[in-house]
């Protein structure tokens, strides 16, 4: 069975959609799955088993490639398209069956909404596969260690809370909690890894950071899987740190987090005191983050009220 899954460009919204397609693995597990995604998320799906190419789409001008991609796809018959970019790409191809996601308004997540989608009577949990190596770079990270990831960056400034607050926030745990020892991976991106590494980590000892900026994100999923908590904006890391199944508090303000919130039994969400409808309408300057009326306190008393430590 040949089956083309056409996922997001975005890191995001790839791992969402990985429910689905460890789904599709485990009830065809002699399908053959070819993969089109984008250049970041390609790496998420490297580990998945069944997996026989993974197309990598890079935008061109014009559109062209989309043309590129259907070139390579014409010219196999498949026997189901997955496609949850919402394309036109499907209607293109020769396939026996088709499921075309199309977005709706409603207010639940999009782990749910795809779930639906291939009308199931179960949630299809996002799922990584990481292979033994990653898995070993982590161990010699973490091991034995009290953990919190800290993940300070995003892809839109407006979402972003300030560095110096996870900063504040780091230090505040730490003089709460002297005898745990907490250790406090930092994690994100190369280009993020240089606009707010030095400010989340001022005046904080080396020897309680551990910086994994800019490595691979099945390095970083491994290290969240020995992780006690992960606190980070709404981005593609908070979903990887929900997927890793670990306490994951998401920080919201101009993004819907009843679409986007991370899923799971141990996933929480804390938002600006204003809602995502009035920051876009407060909207003028989107180099400037919109996240200011989330404060420190709050985050703590969180994790003191589901008792993460």
């Not at 399908?31 to 069944?50: D, M």
């Not at 018959?77 to 026996?96: A, E, H, P, Q, T």
């Not at 990481?130 to 770079?137: A, F, L, S, T």
């Not at 407060?282 to 180099?287: F, G, T, V, Y």
Request: aromatic residues 10%.
């Amino acid at each position: 069975m040949r089956i083309l899954f056409i996922s997001s460009n975005l890191i995001g919204d790839s791992i969402i959609s990985t429910g689905i397609l460890s789904y599709l693995c485990q009830n065809n597990k002699d399908s053959k799955i070819t993969i089109v995604t984008g250049p970041t998320a390609k790496e998420l799906f490297e580990n998945y088993p069944n997996v026989e190419k993974i197309i990598v789409v890079k935008k061109m001008k014009y559109n062209l490639h989309w043309i590129n991609l259907w070139i390579q796809l014409i010219k196999k018959k498949w026997n189901l398209v997955i496609d949850l970019r919402s394309s036109f790409m499907g209607y293109f191809i020769l396939s026996k069956e088709r499921k075309i996601f199309r977005n709706t308004n409603e207010s639940i997540t999009q782990v749910e909404k795809l779930s639906n989608f291939l009308n199931l009577n179960q949630i299809l949990s996002p799922k990584i596969y990481c292979n033994n190596q990653d898995r070993k770079i982590a161990n010699s990270l973490i091991k034995n260690k009290i953990v919190f990831a800290i993940a300070p960056g995003g892809n839109w400034p407006p979402k972003i809370w300030p560095a110096e607050n996870y900063n504040k926030l780091i230090i505040s745990l730490q003089k709460l909690y002297p005898q745990k020892r907490i250790h406090f991976l930092i994690t994100g991106s190369t280009n993020e890894k240089d606009k707010y590494f030095e400010k989340v980590i001022k005046n904080i000892s080396e020897d309680s950071i551990i910086n994994i900026m800019g490595n691979s994100l099945n390095i970083t999923y491994a290290c969240y899987e020995l992780c006690k908590a992960f606190i980070g904006n709404d981005s593609g890391l908070m979903h990887l740190s929900a997927a890793a199944g670990i306490n994951t508090i998401g920080l919201f303000g101009p993004t819907r987090d009843d679409w986007y919130r991370p899923y799971g039994e141990k996933c929480y969400v804390l938002r600006t005191k204003e809602s995502f409808i009035e920051l876009r309408k407060e909207l003028k300057d989107s180099s400037k983050s919109l996240m200011s009326s989330i404060t420190v306190d709050q985050v703590i008393e969180l994790i003191m009220k589901k008792n993460i430590i």
